[in-house]
């Protein structure tokens, strides 16, 4: 064979390996989800729904896809109380996105009736990131409708995963009103230096927020 048809049947069988294999993970996206005592039975099933009607949603779903995200779930509550609910999954196919988004809606509520540990929930998320090293970005999502009251100091956890380069970012679930304490909370205390909060108007508006926030985290910039 010559030189010019070993580089041509190079380039075919490259070809061959398809998108999926050209393209790397963009984000490693972990979706922390708060079950201290303070949020109740319909509240937790507004959370799961959101997050599984986000999943969904056309827009965010092709967004999903494009940068072969890998979706993780934590539940978070009191000291000691953190669990990961759907381990690492990269969503490489319209198929994969539908049934994360399944699992979710399914998922049982992991804790009852405990405290607020942000920083350990914060702590044990990042150190999940250990299987999902090739993903250019690691973002901890964390939601929470309330400040931290158990478990160790929250400031050494957030150090710690900004120096390993994981991103926090936040929902602040507010009551209605105008005041919005759970917000100034999390972007002085929880968020890194480049994350941001979104702020959800009581658990009635957690879908379009969640929505909105996942979409911010896993899309890429046009031009």
């Known amino acids: 064979m010559t030189h010019a048809r070993l580089i041509l049947a190079g380039l075919v069988a490259l070809a061959g390996l398809g998108p999926s294999m050209a393209r790397t993970c963009d984000v490693a996206l972990l979706l922390t989800i708060d079950v201290s005592g303070s949020i109740d039975r319909g509240e937790y099933r507004l959370q799961v729904d959101g997050l599984a009607d986000a999943l969904l949603d056309p827009e965010l779903a092709d967004a999903l896809?494009?940068?072969?995200?890998?979706?993780?779930?934590?539940?978070?509550?009191g000291t000691g109380r953190q669990t990961v609910s759907i381990p690492w999954r990269r969503m490489l196919s319209a198929g994969e996105v539908a049934d994360f988004a399944r699992r979710a809606r399914a998922?049982?509520?992991?804790y009852t009736g405990s405290d607020t540990a942000v920083g350990e929930a914060i702590g044990f998320?990042?150190?999940?990131?250990?299987?999902?090293?090739?993903?250019?970005?690691?973002?901890?999502?964390?939601?929470?409708?309330?400040?931290?009251?158990?478990?160790?100091?929250?400031?050494?956890?957030?150090?710690?995963?900004?120096?390993?380069?994981?991103e926090i970012n936040a929902i602040a679930?507010?009551?209605?009103?105008?005041?919005?304490?759970?917000?100034?909370?999390?972007?002085?205390f929880v968020i890194t230096r480049n994350g941001f909060v979104m702020t959800a108007r009581g658990l009635g508006d957690y879908p379009r927020a969640i929505r909105a926030k996942i979409l911010r985290?896993?899309?890429?910039?046009?031009?």
């Open 173 to 188: 679930i507010e009551d209605m009103g105008r005041a919005s304490p759970i917000t100034e909370f999390y972007r002085r």
């Open 107 to 110: 998922l049982p509520r992991a």
């Open 217 to 223: 985290e896993v899309s890429k910039p046009l031009g």
């Open 65 to 77: 896809l494009l940068g072969q995200v890998a979706l993780s779930v934590v539940q978070w509550s």
């Open 125 to 166: 998320s990042a150190r999940q990131f250990g299987s999902v090293q090739d993903c250019r970005r690691k973002v901890i999502d964390i939601s929470g409708d309330g400040p931290q009251n158990a478990g160790g100091p929250l400031a050494p956890e957030r150090g710690g995963a900004a120096l390993a380069g994981i």
